[in-house]
């Protein structure tokens, strides 16, 4: 950091050069001094010098993000704070490169046209790798997580594995790897038995198809579930998760475009150093999540769980 100089002008009157300074000066630099001292203290200037120059000069990375996957990213009581387990590692990473992450909400389906539109820096919100999304953009892996199925409480269709799907009705949010599983098991399915598989915009929109009878099941990140589930509102009908069956386990990401590498790694770089200094666990045992905390970042690493869509 430059130093900073203070310009002091002496009075013309024969004074020695320990004159007069004036005060205003004097606090007004020292403020400036404070200001920057305390901006510095949590950044960490390697990192900082790793990001790619357009992203120095705005002050932040603009993350795509669906504010619909609690514990990930959700709407605080105001409906307007962005908080969860996904916002506060934006927070600690932000704190690290001395930039903002300025989370702007977008549809599921729209983030990585997104990304690749240049609208967002990078996407983050439940975003799983695997080897076709590779292809398209650069993938950071953070953590882990697997899909599980939803029914009404009491699962009144029996269904225990995804095979049961078959006959039946079923949602995912357009875009995910819970509607590319239902897709899946639905060339698998008898021709007596069709899987009707249906889309849907959000995880919200589908819960209360679930709740009206408009879909038997549906898929979704087993860590969105389970924190949805232990937090369903009094006088609704309740959802429970099938136990025993998880399908599309592996890493969830960050995503990148292919033509920002120096922001992939600084991304990759700054995680990395949160897990050496017990910053990220801490966070992730916070929202309950303890059991899917990586011990190191990896980048377009989906070769790892080469069986991710293998179904029942």
């Not at 599921?108 to 996407?123: C, E, L, N, T, V």
């Not at 999304?133 to 599980?148: A, F, P, Q």
Request: some cysteine.
């Amino acid at each position: 950091m430059r130093p900073h100089v203070l310009h002091v002008h002496q009075e013309k009157k024969g004074l020695p050069m320990t004159g007069k300074i004036n005060l205003t000066i004097i606090l007004v630099a020292a403020a400036a001094l404070a200001s920057s001292t305390a901006w510095a203290a949590g950044v960490d200037q390697k990192l900082h010098d790793m990001l790619p120059e357009k992203i120095k000069s705005a002050g932040e990375i603009k993350v795509g993000t669906e504010p619909q996957t609690p514990p990930y990213d959700f709407y605080g009581e105001d409906n307007k704070t962005i908080i969860g387990l996904e916002r506060e590692l934006r927070d600690e990473m932000g704190t690290r490169l001395g930039v903002k992450f300025t989370d702007i909400p977008a549809q599921f389906a729209s983030i990585i046209p997104g990304i690749q539109a240049g609208r967002f820096d990078m996407g983050m919100s439940g975003l799983g790798d695997f080897a076709e999304r590779e292809k398209i953009v650069d993938v950071v892996n953070y953590m882990l997580e697997g899909t599980s199925i939803l029914v009404l409480e009491g699962n009144p269709k029996d269904i225990h594995k995804l095979k049961d799907a078959c006959g039946l009705n079923a949602g995912a949010v357009q875009g995910s790897i819970p509607l590319q599983l239902l897709d899946k098991q639905k060339t698998l399915c008898p021709a007596d038995k069709p899987l009707n598989v249906m889309q849907f915009p959000s995880n919200d929109q589908i819960t209360i198809a679930l709740q009206s009878g408009r879909v038997d099941l549906s898929m979704d990140t087993t860590g969105v579930a389970a924190y949805s589930l232990q937090h369903q509102p009094e006088g609704s009908k309740k959802l429970e998760l099938v136990k025993g069956s998880q399908y599309a386990v592996g890493y969830q990401s960050m995503l990148v475009g292919k033509d920002n590498p120096q922001l992939r790694d600084v991304l990759a770089a700054t995680m990395q150093s949160m897990i050496d200094d017990g910053s990220y666990a801490k966070i992730f045992e916070k929202w309950g999540l303890g059991e899917n905390k990586l011990d190191k970042v990896t980048v377009n690493d989906a070769a790892r769980f080469a069986d991710y869509m293998k179904l029942d």
